[in-house]
């Protein structure tokens, strides 16, 4: 049997990085950076698709600086916005399903409880408002899809707020923190995890006419705040023998108004994953369990 052909784009970013080690049984992997499949440049999505000619497309790549996106708007949308619908379009010719990635941003942070995939979008920054431009795109585009909607993405690759928590923990003795922002870390480790189950699903599915695309939640679960996180990775930190001069006692609470961004954030987060669980057959672990995991890796 000829291996199956599984594109990834964005290699070198946080769940890109973790995809290639989980699909990697799954079938022959193509991972491409930047240089394989600019997103910023529509002929190199076509001109890869095309040569590759993949079974699988699974797009992480993205235009993730949220702040710089209020002021570079044109690359944020040709990345965000415009991409997906031409992977897409591509894929649709290959007959080639479609994996793609978007946020919690896609919301404005008004509701009491975790969003359902079924509640009105309304992005509140341009990054929000391409990523939500690029599952419409996708969406439209004719092909096979899924898309996952997380948030707050960490892992032991790549930049994130983790690793500069851990970074500011160590060079100074009082952080502060925002503390009326809610949602769940989710490690990218996670997201890999959970994109290889489905996967592998796809693959097995006899009638794939009645196999559950769509846009899913993918989250993990339980609920905190970006200064309860904090406390929590400084806590853990120390407990694993990371040498920190910040201590969980001063990590202190601010207000996001305190902390003014270029980007607005939404103030509630959280997302119901209770539509990804039932499809898929999934219990998602909590957010604690990702931190510790990825801390271990960063404390070897």
Not at 69 to 94: C, F, M, Q, W, Y
Request: charged share 20%; hydrophobic share 40%; glycine share 8%.
């Amino acid at each position: 049997m000829i291996p199956k052909r599984i594109l990834i784009t964005g290699c070198n970013g946080q769940v890109g990085f973790e995809l290639q080690r989980t699909l990697a049984p799954m079938g022959a992997v193509i991972a491409l950076d930047r240089q394989g499949m600019n997103l910023a440049n529509p002929d190199s999505v076509r001109q890869a698709i095309q040569t590759y000619r993949p079974d699988v497309i699974v797009n992480p790549a993205a235009y993730t600086a949220v702040d710089k996106a209020e002021s570079d708007r044109e690359t944020a949308h040709a990345v965000n916005g415009s991409a997906p619908g031409i992977i897409g379009e591509e894929a649709a010719k290959l007959g080639a399903l479609v994996i793609h990635y978007s946020t919690d941003y896609v919301y404005d942070g008004s509701k009491v409880g975790p969003y359902l995939e079924t509640d009105a979008t309304r992005p509140l920054s341009v990054y929000g408002q391409t990523k939500l431009a690029g599952e419409l795109a996708l969406a439209e585009s004719g092909a096979q899809h899924l898309i996952f909607r997380t948030s707050w993405v960490f892992g032991a690759h790549g930049s994130n707020f983790l690793k500069t928590v851990l970074r500011l923990a160590s060079e100074r003795d009082e952080l502060k923190i925002v503390a009326d922002q809610f949602g769940a870390p989710t490690s990218a480790g996670l997201i890999a995890e959970v994109t290889a189950q489905v996967l592998g699903s796809y693959r097995s599915e006899s009638d794939r006419d009645a196999f559950p695309l769509g846009t899913y939640h993918l989250a993990a679960a339980g609920t905190t705040s970006w200064h309860e996180y904090a406390r929590y990775v400084v806590e853990q930190a120390s407990a694993a023998g990371l040498n920190l001069r910040a201590t969980p006692e001063t990590i202190h609470p601010i207000p996001a108004a305190d902390y003014p961004m270029p980007a607005p954030r939404p103030t509630n987060s959280r997302l119901d994953c209770g539509l990804l669980e039932k499809a898929f057959q999934l219990r998602l672990p909590s957010w604690q369990t990702g931190v510790k995991e990825v801390l271990d890796l960063i404390s070897r």
